[in-house]
């Protein structure tokens, strides 16, 4: 029973990217949960409550997957509510001892060297400032930060969107799951490539393209979910204007396509316009993509730009309004397209 119902998931999943349902846009994909939610390695939440985590196993009590029993290692974090971002306040260190970052709704903040959750009840060991374990309702934790382990993903992957807002890489839950349940789902990696999940070749913020503000890849720069005005996404890049950041393609790209918008953090007053360019064998650039003027507010804009077989790609921001400091811009799933996806 349950192998036929994960292959009944599977099967409904890749329906939705061949074809024109209106299911495989990307930007159509449900809203963030309100409620809790898990962070996993490989890209994506589950919505649910954390039930236990061990130095081997995490177990989610999930709204549409029931009972999850995950590796350790597939799950990096823990939101009580999507009023917090995706973003640790600082970068755990494995080597140094850290096993976990511990926020409270009361504004405090633990460093655990060992972590485990039970029964509502998580106890956190700590160091310093003198070696000591507290136990902590789970009610009382705002958020969890695990140590990432890091990994090239295996391609191609399937992105796959839920009814209650969970988003993730189809193999990294291999559990039962309603066809029904499914509302999008996007392959990556085979004539689709997700740019968010590149190493940017330079970025920077200006003219030049090697210094300067990083770019964010799976957040707004200011550290919340990527979305815009309701608008969420499987992945996303932020930007401060101005800034660009350069692309090398796997493989030749005949099609662009994104939504981007002023971040809802960038205020109604910021205005920027976004770019898409190219650039040749020989480090010549062409223009092949201008957005009329972006204001803090509007709707995020859908981009769809032919690429003529670019190997190297170029998203730019641009200020309009002269005031680069709120130009804040979230690109909403940038993806190029090859072969016959791009058709």
Not at 67 to 80: C, E, F, K
Not at 178 to 196: I, R
Not at 290 to 303: A, F, V
């Amino acid at each position: 029973m349950p192998r036929r119902w994960i292959m009944v998931c599977m099967t409904a999943a890749a329906s939705l990217t061949g074809g024109a349902s209106a299911k495989d846009a990307p930007e159509r994909l449900p809203p963030y949960p309100l409620g809790p939610v898990v962070m996993l390695a490989a890209g994506g939440i589950v919505a649910g409550r954390v039930e236990m985590i061990t130095p081997d196993r995490v177990v989610i009590d999930s709204l549409l997957l029931g009972r999850l029993d995950l590796p350790r290692a597939s799950v990096i974090g823990y939101r009580g509510s999507m009023a917090v971002g995706p973003v640790p306040p600082r970068r755990l260190d494995s080597a140094a001892g850290d096993a976990a970052i511990v926020r409270l709704l009361n504004g405090d903040e633990l460093m655990a060297t060992a972590l485990t959750l039970k029964a509502g009840q998580v106890t956190v060991h700590m160091a310093t400032p003198l070696p000591q374990s507290v136990v902590i309702p789970l009610e009382s934790v705002r958020a969890i930060d695990l140590p990432v382990v890091a990994g090239e993903p295996t391609l191609p992957r399937r992105l796959v969107a839920l009814a209650d807002g969970s988003r993730f890489v189809e193999a990294s839950v291999p559990e039962v799951c309603d066809p029904a349940d499914v509302v999008a789902s996007l392959l990556d990696g085979d004539e689709t490539e997700l740019l968010a999940r590149l190493e940017p070749l330079a970025s920077g913020q200006g003219d030049a393209a090697a210094t300067g503000r990083p770019t964010t890849r799976g957040s707004t720069l200011s550290g919340d979910w990527p979305s815009a005005r309701g608008t969420t996404a499987f992945t996303g890049v932020g930007m401060q204007a101005p800034a660009r950041v350069r692309y090398r393609l796997v493989k030749p790209a005949r099609r662009f396509e994104a939504l981007v918008a002023i971040d809802d953090s960038a205020g109604q007053e910021a205005g920027v316009v976004a770019r898409v360019r190219t650039i040749d064998a020989a480090g010549v650039g062409r223009d092949v993509y201008g957005s009329p003027i972006l204001w803090g507010g509007d709707e995020p804009h859908p981009i769809s730009v032919e690429l003529g077989e670019a190997l190297e790609l170029e998203l730019i921001v641009d200020p309009a309004d002269g005031n680069a400091s709120r130009g804040g811009t979230i690109w909403l799933d940038p993806r190029v397209r090859s072969g016959s996806a791009a058709e």
